[in-house]
């Protein structure tokens, strides 16, 4: 490895070690009670080294945040070759609400929410983001699924809206205004009975 090489290796070693403690900092205090200096010393760098990387504590967390987005989307990615399709937007949902309570999406959005003011440019990249992404997702499984003839044919904009905003109005909605909201125990039987509402008009 020459030493160009090397410089390159350690810079960027440094600017991955800074995007983990942001993203940790974040997630834990929100963007106002995030501190910079703390963010280097549990990156194991200098404030001065974290500002060569990152021009501001804003441009961290811009960054942080299209990280994150990049990575939402793909718990869609495996979808069952099973013929029941009732099964399979099951685990779609599944999929879905792990993503939002284990994998950090409520609390980034929570913390993207509260920053629309001073980082509106950042909520609309977020939103942007994951509803491309997701949507993405959705859709080719639904036009799988109806050339599949597991469903009728119909808009699958309207599809994905109809499935994700009955989902989004019970069990993320509330997650958003309260960080304590956990699922309730009857979550899995709330999502069936969406599919069902849902298969009722677009089963085939």
């Not at 099973?82 to 099964?87: A, H, I, K, L, P």
């Not at 937007?89 to 939002?100: E, I, P, V």
Request: aromatic share 8%.
């Amino acid at each position: 490895m020459g030493l160009e090489q090397y410089r390159r290796s350690v810079s960027e070693n440094k600017r991955a070690s800074i995007l983990v403690a942001g993203r940790e900092s974040f997630l834990k205090h929100g963007f106002n009670r995030a501190a910079v200096a703390d963010i280097a010393r549990d990156a194991d760098v200098s404030t001065a080294t974290l500002y060569k990387h990152f021009s501001s504590k804003e441009a961290l967390f811009a960054t942080v945040v299209r990280e994150i987005c990049s990575g939402f989307g793909s718990e869609f990615s495996q979808v069952s070759e099973s013929n029941d399709v009732r099964q399979i937007l099951f685990d779609l949902a599944q999929g879905y609400l792990a993503a939002q309570f284990d994998h950090g999406a409520n609390a980034l959005l929570r913390i993207v929410i509260a920053e629309v003011p001073t980082a509106p440019q950042v909520a609309i990249d977020t939103h942007a983001a994951l509803s491309e992404q997701r949507h993405g997702h959705l859709k080719r499984t639904l036009d799988k699924l109806i050339e599949r003839k597991l469903l009728k044919p119909h808009n699958t904009d309207t599809g994905i809206d109809l499935l994700s905003g009955m989902i989004k109005e019970v069990l993320i909605w509330p997650a958003l205004f309260d960080a304590d909201f956990k699922l309730p125990a009857d979550a899995d039987e709330i999502i069936y009975e969406v599919i069902d509402t849902y298969l009722a008009r677009y089963a085939a």
